[in-house]
């Protein structure tokens, strides 16, 4: 069974009473991308791994891929790991005019439908068609009406970019959540849980509007995003309440065909998770979980090289903050506070907004001094215990203990997906 046969596999299993999912990582770090890939071939697992529309798009983004780079990234990271291909699906979120809102809706779309092409021409498999938020003549809030019709549209390019390169078409979620993808930007006290009325609003528009474009296999739309009342902010985390989302579960289990597909389910506990599974969230999406993971053992690896060697002590969060000063284009908007408060955002909040900029230049070459002063030096086992004590264990590498810290974040999941 290929991943994309086991992704279409997974509604009519829950339906069957049998709750297995899948685990969306969505990060185009290198060792992000190791670790899931480890853990997905520990586990027996297939691994899926996403990329956003602001990461990854046809003029680049944040990242600077294409759609083809990045399937070729997460291919050669995977080769060097003998993880099988087959086993892998390669997945797009919030496709649409969102890195393009500020434009008129008929050129956002124009560019979120070459990109929406452009993925599934690369073989991305799992395509988020989210065409929820208003370009710049649009009404705010968008009709959802005009939501569907417009996800219709990428659909159809999707199929056209599949047909292309004589692909499968792919399977689609639908859908949006709130607050915005990333994380809430204020302290979270309480969500609106999504309704099952709206729920079966946009998958019979939906579903609808694939029809007028003559998509009549609707059965290739998986996935539903709805709020669950799981989010978190940049200290606090709102965790899942079963209770509060059970008229979701029951729309589920009576309409059938679909599954939830759960976001910004970073730092639940695994009990949680687990509940999520079980409730029809068979998609658990996270991110900014697995970069917060990998930046809290590079800190930790940072203060354990000062100790081992004449390196200076909190070399990497120094050479971060001057970045991210210099930089502030991917995080001014978010934190707000004092000089204080917005120095502890810009390094341990949990929207983990840090995550942008460790790809440019500045942090790679901050990062290879810190791994170039560790090696492969064999780490002692109490300093370990003092600056990294959730991975005594670990092989006591720097470069095994970080996978080993993004592969901690990402066990629960796994643990709530068989």
């Given at each position: 069974?290929?991943?994309?046969?086991?992704?279409?596999?997974?509604?009519?299993?829950?339906?069957?009473?049998?709750?297995?999912?899948?685990?969306?990582?969505?990060?185009?770090?290198?060792?992000?991308?190791?670790?899931?890939?480890?853990?997905?071939?520990?586990?027996?697992?297939?691994?899926?791994?996403?990329?956003?529309?602001?990461?990854?798009?046809?003029?680049?983004?944040?990242?600077?891929?294409?759609?083809?780079?990045?399937?070729?990234?997460?291919?050669?990271?995977?080769?060097?790991?003998?993880?099988?291909?087959?086993?892998?699906?390669?997945?797009?979120?919030?496709?649409?005019?969102?890195?393009?809102?500020?434009?008129?809706?008929?050129?956002?779309?124009?560019?979120?439908?070459?990109?929406?092409?452009?993925?599934?021409?690369?073989?991305?498999?799992?395509?988020?068609?989210?065409?929820?938020?208003?370009?710049?003549?649009?009404?705010?809030?968008?009709?959802?009406?005009?939501?569907?019709?417009?996800?219709?549209?990428?659909?159809?390019?999707?199929?056209?970019?599949?047909?292309?390169?004589?692909?499968?078409?792919?399977?689609?979620?639908?859908?949006?959540?709130?607050?915005?993808?990333?994380?809430?930007?204020?302290?979270?006290?309480?969500?609106?849980?999504?309704?099952?009325?709206?729920?079966?609003?946009?998958?019979?528009?939906?579903?609808?509007?694939?029809?007028?474009?003559?998509?009549?296999?609707?059965?290739r739309v998986v996935g539903l995003v709805v709020q669950p009342g799981v989010?978190?902010?940049?200290?606090?985390?709102?965790?899942?309440?079963?209770?509060?989302?059970?008229?979701?579960?029951?729309?589920?289990?009576?309409?059938?065909?679909?599954?939830?597909?759960?976001?910004?389910?970073?730092?639940?506990?695994?009990?949680?998770?687990?509940?999520?599974?079980?409730?029809?969230?068979?998609?658990?999406?996270?991110?900014?979980?697995?970069?917060?993971?990998?930046?809290?053992?590079?800190?930790?690896?940072?203060?354990?090289?000062?100790?081992?060697?004449?390196?200076?002590?909190?070399?990497?969060?120094?050479?971060?903050?001057?970045?991210?000063?210099?930089?502030?284009?991917?995080?001014?908007?978010?934190?707000?506070?004092?000089?204080?408060?917005?120095?502890?955002?810009?390094?341990?909040?949990?929207?983990?907004?840090?995550?942008?900029?460790?790809?440019?230049?500045?942090?790679?070459?901050?990062?290879?001094?810190?791994?170039?002063?560790?090696?492969?030096?064999?780490?002692?086992?109490?300093?370990?215990?003092?600056?990294?004590?959730?991975?005594?264990?670990?092989?006591?590498?720097?470069?095994?203990?970080?996978?080993?810290?993004?592969?901690?974040?990402?066990?629960?999941?796994?643990?709530?997906?068989?």
């Amino acid at each position: 069974m290929s991943a994309l046969d086991f992704l279409l596999s997974l509604p009519g299993l829950h339906d069957q009473g049998t709750a297995k999912g899948i685990t969306s990582v969505c990060s185009a770090h290198p060792i992000v991308i190791e670790a899931a890939l480890i853990e997905a071939a520990a586990t027996n697992q297939f691994a899926l791994i996403e990329a956003t529309c602001n990461q990854v798009n046809q003029d680049g983004g944040y990242t600077g891929m294409t759609p083809a780079a990045f399937r070729a990234f997460v291919l050669r990271i995977a080769a060097s790991l003998n993880f099988p291909e087959d086993r892998i699906l390669i997945g797009g979120d919030h496709l649409g005019p969102n890195p393009w809102r500020k434009l008129p809706a008929t050129d956002a779309m124009a560019k979120a439908l070459t990109m929406t092409h452009a993925y599934a021409a690369a073989g991305f498999a799992k395509l988020h068609l989210d065409a929820s938020m208003s370009c710049a003549d649009d009404p705010t809030p968008l009709p959802a009406a005009t939501v569907a019709k417009r996800a219709a549209l990428l659909a159809q390019a999707a199929e056209q970019g599949a047909q292309s390169q004589n692909l499968p078409p792919p399977a689609y979620i639908v859908g949006t959540e709130v607050p915005v993808p990333g994380g809430a930007t204020h302290a979270l006290t309480m969500l609106e849980i999504s309704n099952p009325q709206d729920a079966a609003e946009t998958l019979a528009l939906h579903q609808a509007s694939f029809a007028a474009l003559g998509l009549t296999d609707f059965a290739r739309v998986v996935g539903l995003v709805v709020q669950p009342g799981v989010e978190f902010g940049h200290t606090d985390v709102i965790a899942y309440a079963p209770a509060l989302a059970g008229p979701l579960k029951t729309f589920r289990a009576a309409r059938k065909g679909f599954l939830y597909e759960a976001h910004s389910t970073d730092y639940q506990t695994a009990v949680a998770l687990t509940a999520l599974v079980q409730d029809g969230f068979g998609i658990l999406k996270v991110g900014p979980g697995l970069t917060f993971a990998l930046r809290e053992a590079l800190y930790g690896l940072d203060l354990i090289a000062a100790e081992l060697t004449d390196y200076p002590a909190q070399s990497l969060p120094r050479a971060m903050e001057a970045l991210m000063l210099a930089q502030p284009g991917d995080w001014q908007a978010y934190y707000h506070g004092t000089g204080q408060e917005l120095h502890m955002m810009r390094h341990f909040s949990y929207s983990d907004r840090i995550r942008y900029y460790w790809n440019r230049p500045e942090a790679v070459a901050a990062t290879d001094r810190l791994f170039a002063t560790l090696g492969t030096t064999t780490i002692p086992a109490p300093l370990i215990s003092q600056y990294l004590p959730r991975l005594q264990g670990a092989e006591p590498t720097a470069h095994a203990l970080i996978v080993a810290a993004v592969r901690a974040a990402l066990a629960p999941y796994s643990k709530a997906c068989l």
